[in-house]
């Protein structure tokens, strides 16, 4: 690096951090021009001034790097609120300016840029959706390398650079993400560089990495497979020099890892990837003391170390010696604009302009054949039994064949438990450790990824769809609650970024819940908790979409539909049990298109007139139910009228979601008055929620999982959370709006099998025939 690099990197990392800190402080004077005034300065408390020191050392490089190489590359800022060092650099390159062009690159965009930060209709105080060059919110810590690792899967050329910040390295899902290296492949996938910048403190105290020995954060590193690169100081322009020194061993040791394996001259082990341990002091060249107290190097440097300066002279007069301390008027000319030092680089070589980082721009669509290849032939409606989701593997095979560069199912060691192991027959699952003779379908290049880890899972593919590629996210219900929180945050994302028109819409994250709270016969009550359903309903619609498929076909239908989609979160649930097949694909595709509808072959609702009673469902297992007590009742209650109604589409029994049922269509199924007994997959308040607005909607009266479960078999479940068949019959006579004859007769027929039930499937250990076997065709 000769002096000339040092002068140009010194100059961009002083800009970028003069930029930070008047957005942290100022109102005006954002060129300090003359002394700061009181009413000209503001702190935002917010303001995450300790760890934005380290966010622009590693960026200044990594831009120079991306400059004199020609490297593909995103940035990723794992530290929280370290936004202002990111939203400065893009303001510096240009991109901020080119993307929100009122905030020109001159004083007057400057003063919008600092006014804008933490500020009401401005941004947030972390790197966000809002940001240039962004694929990661900083808002919730631990999932920098996850999105990293999954942002270079099928992308050779790409290289991410990702900042861990160590207060985010204490975190559950970073902890578990270091072994992103032992699925990464050097031939097809690109490389992730994870810069553990250690300053040693958080928000109120040290952190665990800061504070160990470093040969033991050393061997830590080591034993997860890295080759640890370490820079040390605050010394300058020392640290310049030996930051470069790392950063270009990092970078010729990845090229050299990539040649090799490209070239076939490796030895076919996994390499030992470079990564960088950054320890820089927190807070480093702002205040060194406040008060008399030392802020420079601890924990009092995480926010605002200078909390008074609007009402104390002296914090004033420190915050103007610190920025002066920048050299400002050698960064920017009279009129407030950078100077030739810092105008590279330009285009896409600059990292706020990644094209990978607004992945949307180059995202192709899926190749998907017709489902007729995969449907499952339906004679009658419940009279075949498939396992559906064996049926979806065997149409995520072909869509590996046909996009063998952008698309990945991941799943949690379950891909052929949750019968989707078809995949398998195509591509292996990826593993760059030790591969032995007797292992199946593992590879080093294979291209299914399976980690026992909920997080590493959901993170992946978050980072591959948002730098424009499309997948499926397959785990058990119960346990999609482990990361249920990303699930969330990526709505977020999705949600602020649908209302950014310079974000184009990136592939869907698609999620598949199995093995699910009513079909797990020897798991018991731990798995059983359809909690994720309930989590996503509760958020805005706009970007939420939940599907609830009665069977293989719908399933398929479904499936089509959300891998087809852009910028959503598609939720399907549907157990990987045999079940019954209700509808044809044709039936499949009207309905699920539709979102529900009548199944006239089911209910008894023949002549004019609104029927008595309307039998409603939603989910597989609330589908065998309802169809079954309406069967009951058909037989022995035929003069009650029974109306069955499947619901597919989840949010469509919502007035406010863009999937809703139009109005009249809505009163069509359900009438205006007729009271309905909905049976539903998850807690029964969320239909509540949903129907909310439609008319009169406390006629609807829902039964669904209520916290009751064992190890037990499938009908128990529905015994024990009140949604049986016998229930249903019950619940709809006592609802109907007539009570025919021979009414409680049925109802005491109703509480005689349920307690033979009870009797019966504790001395036999599974339910009885006529239930286990039961079909439409009887």
């Known amino acids: 690096m000769t002096e000339q690099d040092v002068e140009v990197v010194d100059a961009w990392w002083r800009a970028a951090m003069y930029l930070t800190v008047a957005q942290i402080y100022l109102q005006e004077n954002a060129l300090l021009r003359e002394p700061l005034a009181v009413g000209h300065v503001k702190p935002r408390l917010l303001g995450h001034w300790g760890t934005s020191p380290g966010l622009a050392l590693v960026y200044a490089h990594a831009s120079r790097l991306v400059r004199e190489t020609g490297q593909r590359a995103v940035y990723l800022a794992g530290p929280g609120h370290g936004g202002p060092a990111l939203v400065a650099a893009s303001w510096l390159e240009g991109t901020w300016s080119e993307t929100y062009p009122d905030l020109t690159r001159d004083a007057a965009g ?24 962004s694929i990661h919110e900083g808002g919730e810590l631990g999932y920098v390398l996850l999105h990293a690792f999954g942002a270079v899967m099928d992308d050779p050329d790409l290289l991410a650079v990702a900042v861990v910040g160590d207060g985010e390295a204490e975190t559950g899902p970073l902890e578990g993400s270091w072994k992103g290296i032992s ?197 009658a409606p419940g009279v075949v039994q498939q396992e559906s989701t064996r049926r979806l593997g065997r149409m995520l095979r072909d869509v590996y064949v046909d996009n063998p560069t952008s698309f990945r199912l991941f799943c949690p060691d379950e891909t052929t438990s949750n019968r989707l192991g078809d995949v398998l027959e195509v591509s292996d699952r990826a593993f760059a450790e030790r591969v032995d003779p007797g292992d199946v379908h593992l590879a080093h290049d294979g291209r299914v990824m399976e980690v026992l880890s909920e997080h590493s899972c ?26 249920a929180s990303q699930t969330v945050q990526h709505m977020k994302w999705l949600e602020e970024a649908a209302a950014l028109p310079w974000r184009a819409p990136v592939p869907s994250l698609n999620l598949l819940l199995t093995s699910t709270a009513w079909r797990n016969d020897h798991n018991g009550f731990s798995h059983q908790g359809p909690g994720l359903l309930q989590v996503v309903l509760t958020h805005r619609g706009s970007v939420t979409r939940v599907y609830l498929p ?74 065998l139910e309802t169809v079954a007590a309406a069967q009951i009742l058909r037989e022995r209650l035929p003069r009650l009228r029974t109306r069955v109604v499947n619901v597919v589409d989840l949010m469509s029994l919502s007035p406010d979601h863009p999937h809703a049922l139009a109005e009249t269509y809505f009163r069509e199924l359900f009438t205006d008055t007729v009271d309905v007994v909905l049976a539903f997959h998850g807690f029964p308040g969320a239909i509540h929620q949903l129907v909310h607005g439609r008319p009169d909607p406390g006629r609807f009266h829902v ?31 006592e609802r109907a709006r007539t009570t025919p004859p021979g009414a409680q007769a049925v109802v005491d027929w109703c509480h005689a099998r349920l307690a033979e039930h009870h009797a019966y499937v504790r001395e036999h250990f599974e339910d009885l025939p006529e239930i286990r076997d039961w079909s439409l065709e009887g």
């Open 110 to 133: 400057l003063r919008r840029l600092v006014r804008q930060f933490s500020t009401p209709g401005g941004i947030p105080s972390h790197v966000s959706v809002t940001t240039p060059g």
């Open 183 to 379: 699925f990464l492949d050097p031939v097809r996938d690109g490389a992730v560089l994870p810069v553990l910048h250690l300053n040693g403190a958080k928000i109120s105290g040290p952190t665990v990495l800061g504070r160990k020995d470093p040969a033991e954060v050393r061997a830590l590193l080591t034993g997860h497979g890295y080759e640890v690169l370490e820079v040390e100081g605050s010394d300058l322009p020392g640290m310049h020099h030996r930051f470069a020194a790392a950063l270009s061993t990092a970078w010729r040791r990845i090229r050299e890892i990539q040649q090799a394996a490209r070239s076939g001259d490796s030895d076919g082990t996994r390499p030992r990837w470079p990564m960088i341990v950054l320890r820089s002091p927190k807070g480093w060249t702002g205040p060194h003391e406040v008060d008399g107290v030392l802020v420079e190097g601890t924990f009092r440097s995480h926010q605002v170390p200078l909390s008074r300066v609007r009402e104390d002279p002296a914090h004033l007069a420190l915050l103007e010696r610190w920025l002066r301390s920048y050299r400002p008027e050698e960064l920017f000319d009279e009129a407030g604009r950078p100077t030739t030092t810092l105008q590279d680089p330009v285009g896409d070589l600059r990292l706020s302009a990644a094209p990978a980082a607004n992945g949307g721009t180059t995202t192709r669509p899926l190749v998907l054949r017709h489902l007729r290849d995969y449907a499952v032939d339906v004679p």
């Open 458 to 483: 959901h993170g992946w593919l978050e980072g591959y769809t948002l730098t424009g590629r499309h997948g499926l996210f397959a785990t058990y219900e119960a346990f999609a609650m482990v990361s």
């Open 550 to 623: 009665p069977d293989a076909n719908c399933l398929l239908a479904v499936a089509e539909h959300c891998l087809g989609s852009r910028s959503y979160v598609n939720l399907v649930v549907i157990d990987k049990q045999p079940q019954l097949q209700w509808l044809d694909l044709e039936a499949a595709a009207a309905h699920c298109a539709a979102g529900a509808g009548t199944w006239d072959w089911a209910g008894h609702d023949d002549g004019p007139g609104e029927p008595d009673v309307v039998l409603a469902c939603a989910g597989d297992t609330p589908t």
């Open 703 to 733: 039964r669904g999982f209520i916290e009751q479960g064992t190890t037990t078999t499938p009908f128990d479940m529905t015994v024990l959370n009140r949604i049986s068949r016998f229930h249903l019959v019950i619940e709809a006579i």
